[in-house]
């Protein structure tokens, strides 16, 4: 394996991460959001006010997202298990 296959390896590696984990950072933050502005509103300063309701919309997002999570997960695993006997030469 020489630098450039590492450098590719790492690349489609930090695309997958990101791909697979923007959904769940997305909604974490519209709802954190949505949260720290209702609590502005209301002067509520409560903080499991702003912890469950993520909790429970990231959880949400998980059982919703899980199969294009881990087909994304799996053909990326596959890829480069399939690329190996290339890589060792």
Do not use: D, H
């Not at 997958?16 to 519209?30: A, E």
């Not at 199969?67 to 290339?86: A, E, K, N, S």
């Amino acid at each position: 394996m020489n630098i450039e296959q590492a450098i590719e390896i790492l690349r489609q590696l930090v695309t997958t991460s990101l791909m697979v984990v923007s959904p769940i950072l997305l909604v974490s933050l519209v709802v954190g959001l949505a949260v720290s502005m209702l609590q502005s509103v209301t002067s509520i300063q409560e903080q499991t006010l702003a912890f469950v309701p993520k909790l429970l919309a990231i959880a949400l997002v998980l059982v919703i997202a899980a199969p294009w999570i881990l087909r994304q997960l799996m053909q990326f695993t596959i890829m480069y298990i399939l690329r190996i006997p290339q890589m060792v030469k």
